[in-house]
């Protein structure tokens, strides 16, 4: 039974910080890539950050050197850290689970969480 649980997220100032979680079924988070991805007002879903099982990390430009994704395989979840947050990070981020192709036909999501940086 897939299970994605995030936590986190709420209203902070420009420049603060925020940590998101995401707590997964352990069936797909042992042999799943994680990611986290956000959805802005009126704008496609991106990719924002992600990491593979072994705990190589890539990242969209616009975040880098300012998040930072992580995993906790013993406790199954996945984080994501958000420093010097600015207002164009304000949208939905939502957690993703993506198993190989022998095990789902579909990556797996969150319901997502609301971050919103005011100036």
């Known amino acids: 039974q897939v299970q994605l649980v995030e936590s986190g997220g709420g209203l902070v100032q420009a420049g603060g910080s925020l940590r998101l979680s995401c707590a997964a079924s352990?069936?797909?988070?042992?042999?799943?890539?994680m990611a986290w991805y956000r959805q802005a007002s009126g704008k496609q879903r991106e990719l924002v950050a992600a990491?593979?099982?072994?705990?190589?990390?890539s990242y969209a430009d616009s975040v880098k050197g300012r998040f930072t994704i992580s995993r906790d395989n013993a406790k199954n979840t996945v984080y994501l850290q958000m420093n010097s947050l600015k207002p164009e990070d304000t949208a939905v981020y939502y957690c993703?689970?993506?198993?190989?192709?022998?095990?789902?036909?579909?990556?797996?999501w969150g319901q997502g969480t609301q971050v919103t940086v005011s100036s």
């Open positions: 993703n689970a993506k198993p190989p192709a022998w095990a789902s036909p579909t990556s797996y």
């Open positions: 352990r069936s797909i988070f042992s042999i799943s890539a």
């Open positions: 990491i593979t099982i072994g705990g190589t990390t």
